[in-house]
């Protein structure tokens, strides 16, 4: 059985810093790429990044470019985002999604429960 499950999220001040983590188990981790997607209070989902299976190569929506990190550690079967730079308009509750292929133009087969983040002073 396929499971993902984030942690990591918290409330935290504009300018702050956070690191999520998705740990997967029952796949093949380092076989597939991997994504994080957001939802915002009252908004649909919104794609943040992604990385391939290997982690050589990463993609992020304009939005979180040069303030966050996506990394992925095969050995661990551990997906991380770090966060940095953390604004208001961050707040959302942040979901990992396995896609189903090794590089990103899958599409996603998998999501896990997701874990809150909260911008605010």
Known sequence: EVQLVESGGGLVQPGGSLRLSCA?????????????VR?????????????NSG?????????VKG??????????????LKMNSLKPEDTAVYY???????????????????TQVTVSS
């Open 24 to 36: 997967a188990s029952g796949f093949t981790f380092s076989s597939y790429a991997m994504s994080w």
């Open 39 to 51: 939802q915002a209070p009252g908004k649909g989902l919104e794609w943040v990044s992604a990385i």
């Open 55 to 63: 982690g050589g190569s990463t993609s992020y929506a304009d939005s």
């Open 67 to 80: 303030r966050f990190t996506i990394s992925r550690d095969n050995a661990k079967n551990t997906l991380y």
């Open 96 to 114: 990992c999604a396995k896609l189903q292929g090794s590089s990103w133009v899958h599409q996603y087969d998998y999501w896990g429960q997701g």
